[in-house]
């Protein structure tokens, strides 16, 4: 049951935002827990809002965001709030960029790196999250100079859902 209305932290490819009307008439309106084997930007996930989930998705940096946004929402707005704090210009981009690849290389899944997901995702051309061969980010800059990177209160009502109802995450491919 929906308290109030969340929508995803971050633009992702295949994103079902525009599609919800026509997926939320398919819903049942009876089930024991919802799946997600696939979860992307979670759109449908934070629309129906289940009271027991099961999420999943194979990109290590998403569910780190999830993850996260779970266990410690309010470090990632603390730390999105630093990234945004500086104005953003081409080589603080590229700069920031070259930072969370260095996290995907180590495979250090933290604090950082969900707020890093978040900020790049805000900052970079289209809302893209595209790797090359090596699973690196590398998505160019947009130009965006300002503006906040998260809307507050979106990031900490998806932090309570997360934490508050059964949502079991996991990542496999």
Not at 70 to 78: F, L, P
Not at 114 to 126: D, G, R, T, V, Y
């Amino acid at each position: 049951m929906m308290d109030i209305q969340i929508t995803p932290a971050v633009k992702w490819a295949g994103g079902k935002k525009q599609l919800l009307g026509a997926i939320m008439k398919k819903i049942p309106s009876y089930y024991n827990r919802y799946f997600e084997p696939f979860v992307g930007g979670a759109a449908v996930l934070l629309n129906l809002q289940p009271k027991k989930a099961y999420i999943n998705d194979s990109n290590e940096q998403l569910i780190n965001l999830y993850l996260q946004l779970k266990n410690a929402t309010e470090d990632v707005i603390n730390e999105i709030k630093k990234l945004d704090s500086i104005t953003c210009d081409k080589d603080v981009y590229y700069s920031r960029r070259e930072r969370y690849n260095d996290k995907i290389k180590n495979n250090t899944t933290d604090v950082e790196t969900a707020a890093l997901l978040i900020w790049l995702n805000k900052h970079c051309f289209n809302g893209l999250y595209r790797v090359n061969k090596k699973g690196l980010f590398n998505v160019p800059y947009n130009n965006k100079v300002t503006g906040s990177s998260m809307n507050e209160e979106n990031i900490r009502a998806i932090g309570r859902y997360l934490k508050n109802a059964n949502v079991q995450i996991t990542c496999t491919p």
